[in-house]
């Protein structure tokens, strides 16, 4: 008879928490003010939930079915302004979405389903001008994307393949003139770098295998000379780098391993005259040797 009762006891509030879940759930503050409002059906979410702000102001609108995200679902800035609205279904992103800046300008607007960015995507700036526009597959950047600046004008263009870049991108300076030709391969560097000043003079020259720097790599004056000459080799400078001056004259003729000055630098003045001999040991310079500017031994520091 004991153990009738208690059974009859843990099902009555078994069904008593069960119902309880029914219905409109209202939840608040430690100030007492409305912080949520949810709708439960056989103690799942069902129907429109809202949350708000301490102040009162909407936060959040979403809707559920059976305890899962469908239908739209909309969020505000603190101000009362739309943030964004989405639409679920069954927990997944489907259809349009939106995006706003705090004042209510578009920020971006694209397209889901079943979770994942297909069709055109574009990004603008609180100002209203486009930012951005990609375009997706399957959640996957691919094709042609670009990006612009305030003024309209097109900062980079890129092409994509599965969401890693392939092929050339092009960057450009504000004015609209070139800033740099990049290839890819696989989503990394691949090929030949080229960057360019604003006049459109040549400001450098690199190789890439594989997203690592590999093989001659120049940097140029804006006269066109010759400011850097370095030998790379799976992304570290290996062996003899050289700068110049910028009448042409060489200014330094430094050995690098794996980026680290090793062996012997020499250092000359802009009249071509040797200034210092420098000796390096795993980056640490262990003998360092001044001339005169007609190349006679002033000072010798041995700094072991």
Avoid: P
């Avoid at 042409?248 to 680290?260: E, S, V």
Wanted: with cysteine; net charge neutral.
């Amino acid at each position: 008879m004991i153990k009738f009762t208690c059974s009859v006891f843990i099902l009555v509030c078994f069904c008593s928490f069960t119902y309880s879940q029914d219905g409109v759930k209202n939840t608040f503050f430690s100030d007492g003010k409305l912080r949520q409002i949810e709708n439960f059906k056989n103690g799942k979410l069902d129907g429109e939930s809202r949350h708000y702000y301490k102040t009162g102001i909407l936060k959040e609108i979403t809707n559920y079915r059976d305890g899962r995200k469908n239908g739209l679902s909309s969020s505000f800035y603190e101000s009362g302004i739309l943030k964004e609205y989405v639409n679920y279904i069954d927990n997944r992103f489907n259809g349009e979405f939106r995006t706003f800046h705090e004042k209510g300008i578009l920020k971006e607007v694209g397209e889901y389903t079943n979770g994942l960015l297909v069709n055109s995507y574009r990004a603008y700036y609180e100002s209203g001008e486009l930012k951005s526009e990609y375009l997706f597959v399957n959640g996957e950047k691919v094709g042609v994307s670009r990006d612009y600046y305030k003024n309209g004008v097109l900062k980079a263009e890129a092409n994509f393949d599965s969401n890693l870049q392939n092929g050339m991108t092009k960057w450009y300076y504000e004015s609209g003139k070139l800033k740099g030709i990049f290839n890819y391969g696989g989503g990394n560097l691949h090929g030949q770098a080229k960057e360019f000043y604003e006049n459109d003079s040549l400001l450098s020259i690199k190789n890439y295998l594989y997203g690592k720097l590999d093989g001659v790599g120049y940097e140029y004056y804006e006269n066109g000379k010759i400011r850097v000459e370095s030998n790379f080799k799976s992304g570290f400078r290996e062996g003899i780098t050289k700068s110049f001056y910028e009448n042409g004259n060489l200014w330094t003729k430094q050995n690098y391993k794996k980026n680290i000055l090793d062996g012997e630098t020499k250092i000359y003045r802009d009249n071509t005259s040797l200034w210092y001999i420098e000796i390096y040991e795993n980056g640490k310079l262990v003998l360092s040797k001044e001339y005169s500017e007609d190349e006679k031994l002033i000072e010798e520091k041995i700094l072991r």
